[in-house]
């Protein structure tokens, strides 16, 4: 399984941007790169998904580089309620890991006033 | 209207019962997942099956029994619980036929603990 590296966790006030960076180096081709939430008590929810240069929609900016060794999710104006886990999940095509995509330990991003 | 909904929502038994958990998911999905996240937050991967067809089997003891009566139903049954078994459970599904790049959601999870 293609594996990421996040920060463990990550502090921020409200109003300001909060970029998490997640590093793939062993991405393949047909990989696309997800992103998903956290709240405590909850099942983790979809935020993003890309596969190259940049994605962005109502939550999120998510950022890809040419080579797409790395990725980065920007959380715009951060409040309160954006305190969870991230999640960067990368697929993996290959035929003995499909269908299993596995969670890492996620970043903990804590917003606070 | 929840699309995902797994009952219930926390479960305390005794070490060596029988326990199951229920799923249902109203989006008409074809495949449903059950997940396992421990203490350490790590959301493991168990079962995947994807119209009533396993599609996944990720070394999980054969205590755990997931059937599948249809597409929007995915049951976990658990056998001679013990004490490791104590997790959260999540129950998902997503569109397609399972693969990595699908957009999963996820129940609101099953806090199971075994005294």
């Known amino acids: 399984l293609a594996k990421t590296t996040q920060p463990i966790s990550m502090d921020s006030y409200e109003g300001q941007e909060v970029n998490i960076t997640c590093s793939h180096n062993n991405i393949a081709t047909n990989d696309y790169i997800t992103w998903y939430q956290q709240f405590p008590s909850q099942g983790p929810r979809f935020i993003i998904q890309?596969?190259?240069t940049k994605v962005t929609n109502e939550v999120a900016s998510l950022f890809i580089p040419a080579d797409r060794k790395s990725s980065t999710l920007s959380l715009p104006r951060v409040s309160l309620s954006d305190t969870a886990v991230y999640y960067c999940l990368v697929g993996d095509a290959s035929t003995d890991s499909w269908g299993k995509l596995q969670f890492g330990a996620g970043t903990q991003v804590v917003v606070t006033p | 209207d929840t699309a995902v909904s797994q009952t219930p929502k926390y479960l305390v038994t005794q070490m060596g019962n029988d326990k199951s958990i229920k799923c249902e998911q109203n989006?008409?999905?074809?495949?449903m997942y059950w997940y396992k996240q421990d203490s350490k937050k790590f959301l493991k991967i168990m079962f995947s099956?994807?119209?009533?067809?396993?599609?996944i089997n990720e070394t999980v003891p054969n205590r755990f029994s997931p059937k599948s009566p249809d597409k929007a139903h995915l049951n976990l049954h658990i056998n001679s619980l013990e004490l490791g078994d104590s997790a959260v459970y999540f129950c998902?599904?997503?569109?397609?036929?399972?693969?990595?790049?699908?957009?999963?959601?996820f129940g609101s999870g099953t806090q199971l603990s075994v005294l």
């Open positions: 998902a599904s997503s569109q397609g036929e399972g693969g990595t790049n699908e957009k999963l959601f």
């Open positions: 989006l008409g999905h074809d495949t």
């Open positions: 099956y994807n119209n009533k067809e396993l599609i």
């Open positions: 890309g596969y190259k």
